[in-house]
């Protein structure tokens, strides 16, 4: 049998560091926390978690700091089956890191840094592997790193996913026209086309250069989509769960779509398969496993 598809994922791994609070009280506060857990979270390395649950095999291209943070991400990113042989350890940097307060109720405070001295140069990044890849999956938080793995997946033949998170307009302008599969959030829509709404955003993916499909995820309204030549778009509804936590439903989905187009699925199917994905971590606060998904798509 041949091996499962390879998805590269490129971009953010963040130290999430949760705290579970009574209450967010203003300043000068000190605060106990009922309880604690650390973890990695970012777009891109949630995105490689999720494919490597769903069947794939999964690597991530990315840097963090030679700090207290940094090494236990590497770990626990091999610890999911993630190859980290892409991940930069930059001496002198510190890795992004995000403190997660959540109260009783499930609301959130979230402070977050995004890491520093981390270099933008993406020189050492080993792309003669993405010969070898189904696809590429990128969020935008490195922008150097983004340009340079496209072109060479371009090259290569290999799709180019972009989760077109919140970013600055001029960071997502650059980078639509680099990707294959320029799939935003609501956020990311209106950074990159700031005035317009969401079907004009999508028109202008599409018109910036040899996109082939732009989409927005609309959470529990699932997403909506549009292929190069198609003249209206297209809404796959999202699966009716009870949610419990949509924290990483746009990352899950993003690896589970790069997944879908590695494994050569056509774009309708693609949007099926990533949508269920979001729906189950939403539902669960966990990353689905393929048979869990199968049984969502078979509507067990
Ligand atoms: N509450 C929900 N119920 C069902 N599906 C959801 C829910 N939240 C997210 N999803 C699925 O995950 C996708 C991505 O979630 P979304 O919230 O749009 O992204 P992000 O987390 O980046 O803001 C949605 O398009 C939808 O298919
Ligand atoms: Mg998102």
Redesign the pocket.
């Known amino acids: 049998m041949a091996s499962p598809p390879l998805v590269i994922c490129l971009g953010n791994v963040v130290a999430d560091h949760t705290f579970r609070v009574e209450d967010v009280p203003a300043p000068p506060a000190k605060i106990a926390a009922r309880g604690y857990s650390i973890g990695p979270g970012g ?1 891109a390395a949630n995105a490689a978690i999720a494919a490597v649950r769903l069947g794939g095999r999964a690597a991530f291209w990315g840097r963090v700091g030679e700090d207290m943070n940094g090494e236990p991400l590497a770990e626990a990113l091999a610890a999911e089956g993630v190859d980290v042989t892409g991940l930069r350890r930059v001496p002198g940097g510190r890795t992004p890191v995000g403190a997660v307060l959540v109260d009783p109720r499930g609301e959130r405070t979230i402070i977050s840094f995004r890491g520093s001295g981390l270099g933008t140069d993406p020189g050492w990044l080993p792309l003669d592997r993405l010969k070898g890849a189904g696809a590429l999956c990128c969020d935008p938080r490195w922008p150097e790193g983004v340009a340079a793995a496209a072109a060479a997946a371009r090259a290569a033949g290999v799709p180019v996913v972009l ?1 077109g ?1 919140r970013s600055e307009t001029r960071i997502l302008v650059d980078l639509v026209p680099r990707v294959d599969h320029a799939i935003f ?4 829509i209106a950074n990159y086309a700031p005035g317009r709404g969401p079907e004009e955003g999508l028109r202008q993916a599409l018109a910036s250069g040899p996109v082939k499909v732009a989409a ?8 909506l989509w549009m292929a190069a030549g198609d003249d209206k778009p297209t809404r ?1 509804p ?4 009870e ?1 419990t936590n ?8 993003h690896g589970a779509y790069a997944l879908a187009v590695a494994e050569g699925m056509d774009t309708p199917r693609a949007m099926r398969f ?2 269920a ?3 189950l ?3 669960d606060a966990a990353t689905p496993t393929r048979a869990m998904l199968d049984g969502m798509l078979a509507g067990a």
């Open positions: 777009m989760d998170e959030s609501v956020p990311g927005v995820t609309q959470g529990e309204k699932g997403v796959t999202a699966f009716a769960v949610a949509t924290t990483g439903a746009g990352d899950v989905f990533a949508a994905a979001g729906a971590r939403a539902r």
